[in-house]
């Protein structure tokens, strides 16, 4: 394994950290308060170009590996959720499957605006009866002339109150399903019949926010079919499967904060004549965060660089996902045991963290579905 960062990317890392310290930390409990981003933070986040960090350079965005994308979410990830979940959707499930299975012509329209944050994409799979199980959705489409009429609702869909334009996954063969039976589209928000839900209330992520989509004889036109008619199950998994790579990322980020901020309180707070870091009960729970971070970093990196030279791994990126959401939630509950009392409050960070990460476990498959990956794949193989 090679963990060594070449320079390039190591000065976009050095800049994001800064931000993150002197832009990003100074507004966390502001957001936390307001359950908004403030927007002359999201037009910050622009103009570092971080809304297009994945889309090639042809397309106006950054075009970086995705090592450097997994080196500036880990930064992100060191401030409140919400700022890498504002552009996460652009550089991941919101813009992918354009860019792996659009034609030239969607790609013109779509990714420049995509890249800049003048728009923002979402990726509209769920639905109230298929969740874990994605081949069960029931929202349809059906041809008529020029057009499919899409029926159905899409159920806690990310970024969807600032979205300008949906990846929807709809039913045109309801035999065929996963196999042939499935149409991924690209739904722009103003389309006649797209109704957006207000947000849900949720356990954290404040500042980002999640609704459902209302289909009522919405007409897309057919020129909006993103790759052929009935692959659309195959778009979106392999959507998922590059998305889920830089959510390890997020847990890598957010588990060092947490292990920051849990190394400099331990050393602040006196008990018994004494900081508690120079407990021994202390000192094993920082170094187990500090050693599965370490882990977690090594599979990352090793991951995006393989993925980098163009290998697909379906089993990795999986394995990733599942080992890096298990940590964090690990690290944060740790780090609320070494807080103590100051970690069960609203304006300690760690509490924040601790109610945030909880969605990393379940969101963009849930650690059983990683599972079931990774043991398929391995059985394929074997
Ligand atoms: N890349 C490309 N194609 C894939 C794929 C992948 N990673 N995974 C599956 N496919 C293809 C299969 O090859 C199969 O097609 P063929 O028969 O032509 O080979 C088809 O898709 C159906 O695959 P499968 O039989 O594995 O489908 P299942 O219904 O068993 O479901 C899982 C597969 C569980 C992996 C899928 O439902 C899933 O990912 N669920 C979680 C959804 C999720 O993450 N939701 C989060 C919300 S979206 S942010």
């Not at 307001?34 to 933070?41: E, K, N, R, V």
């Not at 870091?277 to 500090?290: K, N, S």
């Not at 660089?305 to 290998?311: C, F, L, Q, Y």
């Amino acid at each position: 394994m090679d963990f060594e960062i070449p320079e390039e990317i190591r000065l976009l890392q050095d800049t994001i950290r800064r931000f993150v310290r002197e832009v990003l930390h100074p507004v966390e409990a502001e957001i936390e308060e307001a359950d908004q981003i403030p927007p002359h933070i999201v037009e910050e986040l622009r103009k570092l170009g971080l809304f297009g960090l994945a889309i090639p350079q042809e397309y106006g965005g950054l075009g970086v590996s995705l090592l450097a994308q997994c080196v500036v979410f880990e930064e992100l990830a060191k401030a409140s959720l919400c700022f890498r979940s504002r552009v996460g959707t652009n550089n991941g499930i919101g813009s992918l499957g354009i860019l792996f299975d659009g034609t030239e012509e969607q790609k013109r329209t779509y990714l420049p605006k995509l890249a800049s944050g003048e728009w923002t994409g979402a990726f509209a799979l769920t639905e109230p009866n298929a969740g874990s199980d994605a081949a069960a959705i029931e929202t349809t489409a059906m041809p008529q002339g020029d057009a499919f009429l899409l029926n159905g609702r899409k159920q806690w869909i990310t970024n969807a109150d600032v979205a300008q334009v949906f990846t929807v996954m709809a039913l045109t063969d309801r035999e065929k399903r996963a196999r042939g039976g499935i149409t991924a589209f690209l739904v722009p928000r103003d389309t006649p019949g797209l109704t957006i839900t207000k947000p849900h209330k949720t356990m954290g992520f404040r500042g980002s926010h999640v609704c459902d989509l209302i289909f009522e004889d919405a007409a897309v036109p057919v020129a909006n079919v993103l790759g052929k008619v009935g692959d659309g199950f195959k778009v979106a998994m392999k959507v998922l499967d590059r998305g889920r790579l830089t959510m390890g990322a997020v847990c890598v980020g957010a588990a060092q904060r947490l292990l920051e901020l849990s190394l400099a309180y331990a050393k602040r707070r006196v008990q018994f004549g004494k900081p508690i870091a120079e407990r021994q009960a202390v000192q094993f729970m920082l170094a187990d965060i500090a050693t599965e971070i370490y882990a977690c970093r090594g599979m990352l990196h090793e991951t995006a660089r393989r993925v980098d030279r163009g290998e697909r791994l379906t089993k990795e990126v999986a394995m990733v996902k599942l080992h890096c959401s298990e940590m964090v939630g690990r690290a944060a509950d740790r780090a609320v045991q070494i807080h103590g009392g100051m970690g069960y409050m609203r304006d300690c960070p760690v509490e924040r963290y601790y109610r945030d990460v909880r969605l990393i476990r379940i969101y963009e498959g849930t650690s059983e579905i990683q599972r079931l990956i990774i043991a398929r794949e391995l059985l394929k193989g074997s």
